[in-house]
């Protein structure tokens, strides 16, 4: 395994070392777990190079705090890549990415505008500027991202397609704790209380499935019976229930297309998201 810190090195690695061969990438910010694992695994299963970004993209963050209180893993990072038989970590420093005087961004599609896109203005611009300079130096073939955060796989997409790129975007089903928790870095913050009720989130969403199964086709009764069983959870604060189209994360009137029930949370100053696809009642 080699790490590269910078994109001239990525371009002169690719030069001499990919001889056509397929180049499957993961991008993460670091602080890797058993979800990030599961993108390796699959990535390293299905071509023949592994390639692992980890680049703390502050671009995407509209608190700066929140940046600068990001966790960097490093070390235990490097060796969860060499576990899983990465080819290359590329870990570009920040100002290689974003030079002094850099004004160059990517406008996210639709896609960016609900849910996330109306509390976090930019966080999507963010998201797609960083990935179009990733995709731009490591070239993949494939690239795999967490069904987790649903709607970033949406803007990659959707990024993906009216650009252009010749890439294959991948996402692979979340991966979670036994009691349905979608794994994620924030779930340390919780306290013991806050991680025994967290699990209604996914409980919740997994009985609107089953209501859909069965026969709904109303978002509004479907999202009022999650509603109601969240608040009867302890200190678990709803920011939003929404049921978008999965192409392209637009409010539908009936669930009659292949559709996402997408939530976000809180416990305090914890916030989770998860979501959980669904099909149209069979008639």
């Not at 794994?183 to 609107?208: C, G, K």
Request: with cysteine.
């Amino acid at each position: 395994m080699i790490v590269i810190t910078a994109p001239e090195q990525m371009h002169e690695w690719l030069h001499s070392y990919r001889g056509g061969k397929s180049i499957g990438f993961v991008p993460t910010m670091g602080a890797l777990h058993a979800g990030h694992e599961v993108l390796l695994q699959q990535a390293q299963q299905e071509n023949d190079i592994t390639v692992l970004s980890i680049f703390v993209n502050p671009t995407q963050f509209n608190v700066q705090s929140d940046f600068e209180a990001y966790p960097r893993t490093t070390e235990r990072d490097l060796r969860i890549a060499e576990h899983h038989g990465v080819d290359v970590v590329y870990m570009p420093e920040t100002d290689r990415m974003y030079p002094e005087g850099w004004r160059i961004f990517i406008e996210p599609g639709t896609a960016a505008d609900p849910l996330e896109g109306l509390g976090r203005p930019g966080h999507f611009r963010g998201v797609a500027t960083i990935v179009t300079k990733l995709f731009n130096t490591v070239q993949p073939t494939h690239a795999y991202f967490g069904k987790k955060d649903y709607q970033q796989l949406a803007v990659i997409r959707q990024m993906v397609s009216e650009l252009n790129f010749d890439i294959s975007v991948i996402g692979v089903e979340t991966v979670r704790h036994d009691d349905g928790l979608a794994m994620s870095s924030r779930n340390v913050r919780l306290s013991d209380v806050q991680r025994s009720t967290a699990p209604v989130v996914y409980q919740a969403l997994v009985s609107a499935k089953n209501l859909v199964d069965a026969g709904e086709t109303s978002p509004d009764v479907v999202i009022n019976t999650m509603t109601s069983r969240l608040a009867a959870a302890d200190g678990c604060r709803i920011e939003y229930i929404e049921i978008v189209r999965q192409t392209d994360l637009q409010m539908i009137s009936a669930i009659n297309c292949p559709s996402v029930i997408c939530i976000a949370v809180w416990f305090d100053e914890v916030r989770l998201i998860d979501n959980i696809e669904i099909q149209p009642p069979q008639r």
